[in-house]
């Protein structure tokens, strides 16, 4: 037993050493989750910081855009409305006969139909052809619908053109 207790101070001075090594390790230890723990709030918060910012800047890009395509819109719809009431004036004007709708046109003796042994089978160039008034009035619906589809067409193209890019 005396020779345990020669070594009681050196085991105590060992485990003395060893506490404080441990303790010294787990004060650094502490430090540097400490440390990471704040680098990763800073980075935390810039990241979603980043996030609003872009997400702000989508949502003005995106109104921007909708303000365009509303002014596209209501200028193609003014044109829109603005030609389809030309059109219906003249249908209305070729209904009560206060025009005519009429279409140039020519005929041929050397058609599918006419023979062109025949002299005197040409009508002549530029002669009008005057339609009854349910043809004139087909006229003027096909007329509708083709400006229809030009505004239509043409407030697309203005659309891609400026708000698109």
């Given at each position: 037993?005396?020779i345990w207790?020669?070594?009681?101070?050196?085991?105590?001075?060992?485990?003395?050493?060893?506490?404080?090594?441990?303790m010294?390790?787990?004060?650094?230890?502490?430090?540097?989750?400490s440390?990471?723990?704040?680098?990763?709030?800073?980075?935390?918060?810039?990241?979603?910081?980043?996030?609003?910012?872009?997400?702000?800047?989508?949502?003005?890009?995106?109104?921007?855009?909708?303000?365009?395509?509303?002014?596209?819109?209501?200028?193609a719809t003014?044109?829109?409305?603005?030609?389809?009431?030309?059109?219906?004036?003249?249908?209305?004007?070729?209904a009560?006969s206060?025009?005519?709708?009429?279409?140039?046109?020519s005929?041929?003796?050397?058609?599918?139909?006419?023979?062109?042994t025949a002299?005197?089978?040409?009508?002549?160039?530029?002669?009008?052809?005057?339609?009854?008034?349910?043809?004139?009035?087909?006229?003027?619906?096909?007329?509708?619908?083709?400006?229809?589809?030009?505004?239509?067409?043409?407030?697309?193209?203005?659309?891609?053109?400026?708000?698109?890019?």
């Amino acid at each position: 037993m005396t020779i345990w207790l020669r070594l009681l101070p050196y085991i105590g001075a060992l485990l003395i050493g060893a506490a404080g090594s441990w303790m010294w390790q787990a004060n650094s230890y502490g430090k540097i989750i400490s440390d990471n723990k704040a680098s990763f709030q800073t980075d935390l918060t810039s990241i979603a910081n980043a996030g609003a910012a872009q997400a702000r800047q989508a949502v003005e890009k995106q109104q921007i855009a909708e303000k365009a395509r509303d002014d596209i819109d209501a200028k193609a719809t003014q044109e829109k409305t603005h030609d389809l009431a030309e059109n219906e004036k003249w249908r209305r004007a070729a209904a009560d006969s206060a025009r005519r709708l009429r279409i140039a046109g020519s005929c041929r003796a050397s058609g599918g139909d006419v023979s062109s042994t025949a002299g005197a089978t040409s009508l002549g160039d530029a002669g009008t052809v005057e339609l009854s008034a349910a043809s004139g009035s087909t006229v003027f619906d096909i007329r509708a619908g083709i400006i229809a589809d030009q505004a239509a067409l043409k407030a697309l193209q203005t659309y891609v053109m400026n708000v698109c890019r």
